[in-house]
């Protein structure tokens, strides 16, 4: 298929013929597995590029999208509109195709040859083996899809047409009753208002899609959104604010929604070890009169400064990035030149025209190292269209090869074609693994529903078991929690028996070295599920008869009674002072501050700390991380105290 390129001899001729032999895997696209390839040109000249061309360049919309039209009429309709279009790439895709797979010679579509080669190529599209043709001659061994949520995935060869977890419906449209609907019939789980119940939904979909062989989960995501974590209790009332109004919840809770439902995703690709693709700019009907997916632009004030939080939050996580168009391309190559889990993705829509394609890879080539890009994706809803888009990438990516590494940096025609070959196919293997070439599952994750199990590098379980531990102090909003317990700041993994998402996150049975990597002796160190001393004769047999000796805390110093008979006083109470002291910032030494204030002060502190009736979900985490660190710097306070006391009485006693 070359011959129709018309690659003048050169470095830029061999590359692209070396290019052009890679069996490609193509690693994004719409395709339906079911209907892969076209059965008329209806189904090719339908592609939205060229009904929104046709409509921008004149033609009424209701000629186009007319629902009483058959295929060969609407063909005939677009055929009359397409001479405006002759100067753009996407016309020249129609043309390829035409050409390629339809033996037409002609370079222009128009009114008088359109009807014969409708009927030609109806007839051979109409060949059982159509589709396999399509990718036979387009040297294209498998095909990303874009699955809904809900799609069973069964009925097509998951090797060829490889299935990706599609999340916009749940992240954006959560709200719609009818998403719900379609959630809860495919999960088997009702969203009852629990956080829980969301996150089991969404992890049940996690186990149904890599288990039937998904390679990525993927989003678009409008300019507007910026990903952050949602804490649990912000997050349970927007769930219940959208469960009880659905669309009519206040747009504040929809957005605290879909942020908690993509953070959950991002940590269930964590957890399972999918990439996620992001794909980001896309305002939704800018042009609500347009055509059928002709609506839609990309904004220029999108930033990925917006994603900051998510890609230090999941440094395991990767996240194969496109942007819509060109002018956030120099952010992206920015972005994975420093982040190691920012991948630069494809040329996606309106960035997916030679001359942006050619400065945008050039840049990505001199500038993010080459394991972390993947040149290109078609897109497509067709197959048909994989060849043409494909070697419109494959030609400007061979000028790009041709001049800035061979004309410029003097490299080898053969090493220019290895970079090509590694932008092109093998970093998409690399960076969307087959899931049995992963290692070995987390313990306990044999247990699930699903016969076969995901596939989770040792170490991303790990850390996905330490964020659950971490989560497990968010969880206590609820007052039954038994805080104090909870408290022993000696057992941090010792974790609740209710709580929201986190038994989800943590194995039953942890493996010795997931126990190991939390660093912590043993993670059973509480069965909390058969409560003690709580009766009354409980408590009553924990009281011992004499207080209760707490040794010499300042191990060789006697306190109490040293102080009182210094100071000549009867009884010793710690005061403000003690623990405001401060050195004079001229002569360094200590001085008493002048201001008197409540004298009880310390002992004041030392009970706010370990009151109960003080902790909110909030502080709870921060007494914990602060705990020993208060009791320490408090005994550290107390016997500086002392030594103060001594030295100050001996000066005392000098003068
Ligand atoms: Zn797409």
Same mark, same amino acid.
Request: charged letters at 45%; a negative charge; proline letters at 6%.
């Given at each position: 298929m070359s011959e129709s390129s018309n690659v003048n001899n050169g470095p830029k001729s061999e590359i692209y013929e070396a290019l052009t032999s890679i069996r490609l895997i193509d690693p994004h696209s719409h395709i339906n597995p079911h209907s892969p390839a076209s059965s008329t040109l209806a189904d090719l000249l339908g592609y939205h590029y060229y009904t929104e061309l046709a409509h921008s360049s004149g033609m009424p919309k209701s000629r186009i999208e007319d629902p009483s039209i058959g295929p060969k009429e609407l063909v005939e309709r677009l055929v009359g509109g397409l001479q405006p279009l002759e100067n753009t790439a996407q016309y020249s895709w129609l043309i390829e195709i035409c050409r390629t797979f %339809?033996?037409? =010679?002609?370079d222009r579509l128009h009114l008088n040859n359109w009807e014969a080669l409708y009927d030609r190529s109806e007839q051979i599209m109409a060949s059982a083996q159509w589709s396999e043709t399509v990718l036979d001659q387009s040297n294209v061994q498998a095909v990303f899809l874009t699955n809904d949520f809900d799609d069973a995935l069964e009925g097509f060869d998951t090797d060829t047409y490889i299935p990706c977890l599609r999340t916009d419906d749940l992240v954006f449209h959560l709200a719609k009753p009818e998403v719900r609907g379609r959630l809860a019939t495919c999960t088997g789980i009702e969203l009852d208002g629990s956080l829980e119940s969301l996150r089991s939904s969404l992890k049940q979909r996690f186990e149904h899609f890599v288990s039937r062989g998904a390679r990525a989960c993927a989003i678009s995501i409008p300019p507007s959104f910026a990903p952050t974590p949602v804490p649990d209790g912000r997050a349970s009332t927007a769930l219940n604010a959208v469960l009880q109004k659905? @669309? /009519? /919840?206040?747009a504040s809770h929809r957005d605290a929604l879909s942020r908690r439902v993509f953070w959950t995703l991002a940590e269930l690709c964590d957890e399972f070890g999918l990439p996620f693709d992001l794909m980001i700019g896309v305002n939704r009907q800018v042009y609500p009169e347009g055509v059928f997916q002709g609506q839609d632009l990309y904004d220029s004030r999108v930033s990925l400064i917006q994603y900051r939080e998510l890609f230090n939050s999941f440094p395991n996580v990767k996240f194969p990035i496109s942007v819509l168009a060109s002018v956030t391309n120099q952010e992206l190559v920015s972005y994975a030149w420093i982040f190691p889990n920012v991948i630069a993705n494809g040329h996606w829509w309106y960035s997916n025209t030679p001359s942006f394609i050619s400065r945008d890879a050039a840049a990505r080539l001199e500038a993010i190292p080459q394991t972390k890009q993947i040149g290109y994706y078609s897109d497509a809803y067709k197959l048909e269209f994989i060849w043409p888009k494909f070697d419109m990438y494959r030609q400007v990516l061979s000028g790009v090869l041709s001049d800035q590494f061979v004309g410029q940096r003097g490299w080898s025609v053969e090493r220019a074609v290895e970079l090509g070959r590694r932008v092109l196919r093998d970093n998409v293997e690399e960076i %969307?693994? +087959?899931?049995? +070439? $992963?290692a070995a599952p987390l $313990?306990?994750? $044999? =247990?699930?529903?699903?016969a076969q199990s995901p596939s989770i590098p040792g170490a991303l379980g790990v850390a996905t078991a330490v964020a659950g531990v971490t989560e497990i102090v968010e969880s206590f909003d609820t007052p039954e929690t038994s805080v104090p317990e909870t408290l022993d700041t000696d057992s941090p993994a010792a974790g609740p028996s209710s709580d929201d998402d986190l038994s989800l996150d943590i194995d039953a049975l942890p493996g010795d070295e997931e126990v190991q990597e939390l660093g *912590? &002796? &043993? *993670? =059973? @160190?509480? &069965?909390?599920?058969a409560p003690e001393g709580t009766s009354a004769e409980d408590l009553a047999n924990l009281v011992e008869e004499d207080s209760l000796d707490v040794g010499n805390l300042l191990e060789d110093e006697e306190p109490a009674p040293e102080i009182t008979q210094l100071r000549g006083e009867s009884s010793f109470s710690p005061d403000d002072e003690s623990l405001q002291l401060e050195s004079d910032p001229t002569t360094g030494e200590f001085t008493l501050p002048v201001d008197g204030s409540d004298s009880n002060n310390d002992e004041e502190e030392f009970i706010t700390i370990n009151d109960a009736s003080d902790l909110t979900a909030d502080n709870v985490e921060e007494l914990l991380e602060d705990s020993d660190e208060s009791k320490a710097a408090e005994a550290e306070v107390e016997e500086f105290d002392l030594d103060f006391l001594d030295e100050d009485d001996e000066g005392k006693e000098a003068t």
């Open positions: %339809f033996g037409f =010679e002609e659905g @669309l /009519a /919840a206040d %969307f693994p +087959r899931p049995e +070439r $992963a $313990a306990g994750e $044999a =247990e699930s529903d699903e *912590v &002796d &043993d *993670v =059973e @160190l509480i &069965d909390d599920s």
